[in-house]
């Protein structure tokens, strides 16, 4: 009867202060990951602004043989008026 009431109070007393005290590393933990990852993530911002006037082109269409010049309209589609 004396070994129950032992393990009782370990496990209502002592297991939750062990517990608190690993979730709380662990939460600090992960806390300071993040704001690490934030910090990155706003110093990548930084530099990615631009200044006023600067222009960036991301995209250059490939030139085909086909030129809009050549372009004589799209497919006629008739469709009937829905009352």
Do not use: C
Request: glycine share 8%; net charge positive.
């Amino acid at each position: 009867m004396f070994k129950f009431i032992i393990i009782l109070a370990v496990i209502f007393y002592i297991l939750p202060k062990l517990m608190k005290w690993a979730l709380k590393g662990f939460i600090v933990t992960q806390v300071n990951k993040a704001q690490q990852d934030m910090r990155h993530q706003q110093k990548a911002y930084q530099t990615q602004q631009k200044r006023e006037g600067e222009i960036d082109i991301d995209f250059v269409p490939k030139k085909n043989g086909k030129k809009s010049e050549n372009f004589g309209g799209g497919e006629y589609v008739d469709y009937e008026e829905v009352k």
